[in-house]
């Protein structure tokens, strides 16, 4: 290399997931030299079916147009924000305000980086959860920030020991990052942790950002952060139509909250980007207009795929909770997940993600990924039950 890489990229990897990549399509390789069949790839949650025909359909519109393809507002069409707000009054029961409390971003994980950029100084510490999202530490490393990780624990039902945090070293602390429901965990919040959440920043004039973007997945009810009492003095909450309408691929996301800070992140995107495609705005607005029997069909089918992870962790001795949240089935294996899941890939050619990846508290926990049929999910139980009955 003629010259040496920023000082901030140090202390940042290849992601997991990618880095992995090499892996898998090594044991790919090796299984179709054997005549065998595919790697069945349960790590990554991207949602394999089909977003709303109205979404499809008003993209395809859209794009024939012949005024569609100009630069866009950076702040995203008005139409847009509006739905957005109407989306968040509809399921959330919470009022945003269109026109400065709302900016659509290239998915909620653009969100994380252009968040953590706009507040965070070097040196400035950062509550990150443990286990929990890696990009939330990765963004911190590349604003030379400091990560102070918070525990999350099955005794508490991946919840925090608030008196555990109140007894940490806090000062200089700037940021806070929550994520229900819980990637990887499942765990889903209540109003009351939310509001729990909220008195904390308060008190310690913390920024509290919610990650929330599987607030619809095999939950009752989605919802929000924003709704409890206080929350606009101290809180940002991201979304995104990912997971909730399967749109991981369109990047199609969202940050909500007061305006002023919503503008702070404005300041950092629009050096970075122009605006958002136009028929990708105006699909996402047909795609938020959905009703409830959308995410009543979406969730009947993750239920029957939760019910074959499951089989899959009875077989492998994995415990688990069977009425998991969001995209994911967390299991605790009793020793190294990470033995587990090379052992299960390479022996029966299927993968799943080991819990280290997650952070410390994840080491001996293995993760199943729903985003895959149920036809995929029983060949990859069988060819499990056939590996360990030859073991």
């Known amino acids: 290399m003629i010259i040496q890489p920023a000082e901030r990229t140090k202390g940042v990897q290849e992601y997991y997931f990618s880095r992995k990549q090499k892996d898998l399509d090594a044991v790919t390789a090796e299984r179709a030299a054997k005549g065998l069949g595919p790697l069945i790839n349960l790590g990554i949650g991207a949602p394999d079916g089909m977003p709303p025909k109205a979404a499809i359909d008003a993209l395809t519109k859209v794009a024939a147009l012949p005024d569609s393809h100009k630069y866009q507002n950076y702040k995203g069409l008005p139409v847009l924000r509006q739905a957005f707000a109407d989306w968040y009054a509809r399921y959330y029961g919470v009022t945003l305000n269109p026109n400065g409390g709302i900016q659509p971003l290239v998915g909620s994980k653009e969100g994380i980086l252009l968040i953590t950029m706009a507040f965070v100084n070097p040196g400035d510490k950062v509550l990150v959860p443990d286990p929990g999202y890696p990009t939330y530490s ?7 920030g400091e990560i102070v990780t918070y525990d999350l624990k099955a005794e508490n039902g991946w919840f925090p020991d608030f008196d555990e945090l109140e007894n940490m070293d806090l000062e200089g602390v700037k ?3 929550v994520n229900y ?8 919040a209540t109003p009351e942790l939310y509001q729990r959440f909220v008195d904390f920043a308060k008190k310690h004039k913390i920024l509290l950002v919610n990650d929330n973007p599987y607030s619809f ?7 929000s952060i924003l709704a409890a009492d206080g929350a606009w003095d101290c809180c940002l909450e991201l979304n995104s ?3 909730a309408h399967n749109m991981s691929g369109w990047r199609l996301g969202m940050v909500a909250g007061d305006p002023e800070m919503v503008n702070e992140i404005l300041k950092v995107k629009s050096q970075m980007d122009s605006g958002m495609f136009k028929a990708m705005q105006l699909a996402a607005v047909e ?3 959905e009703g409830p029997e959308w995410f009543e069909k979406l969730n009947a089918e993750y239920k029957r795929r939760r019910v074959v992870a499951g089989q899959i962790f009875d077989a492998l001795g994995v415990e688990y ?8 089935l967390w299991g605790k294996v009793g020793y190294s997940g990470e033995e587990l899941s090379e052992k299960i890939l390479h022996g029966a050619g299927v993968f799943m993600a080991p819990g280290f990846v997650f952070g410390k508290n994840g080491a001996d926990y293995i993760r199943i990924s729903l985003c895959a049929p149920v036809p995929t999910l029983e060949e990859g139980l069988a060819r ?3 590996f360990l009955g030859n073991s």
């Not at 429901?181 to 889903?188: E, H, V, Y």
């Not at 997945?217 to 919802?223: A, H, R």
């Not at 909770?321 to 994911?328: A, C, E, I, R, V």
Request: net charge positive.
């Open 384 to 386: 499990i039950k056939e």
């Open 321 to 328: 909770n069977p009425n998991s949240t969001g995209l994911f």
């Open 241 to 243: 139509l990912s997971k």
């Open 287 to 289: 795609a938020l207009a």
């Open 181 to 188: 429901p819980n990637m990887p965990t499942g765990a889903c």
């Open 217 to 223: 997945i095999l939950t009752e009810k989605p919802i």
């Open 138 to 144: 990765s963004t911190v490393r590349l604003a030379g």
């Open 175 to 177: 940021l806070m990052w």
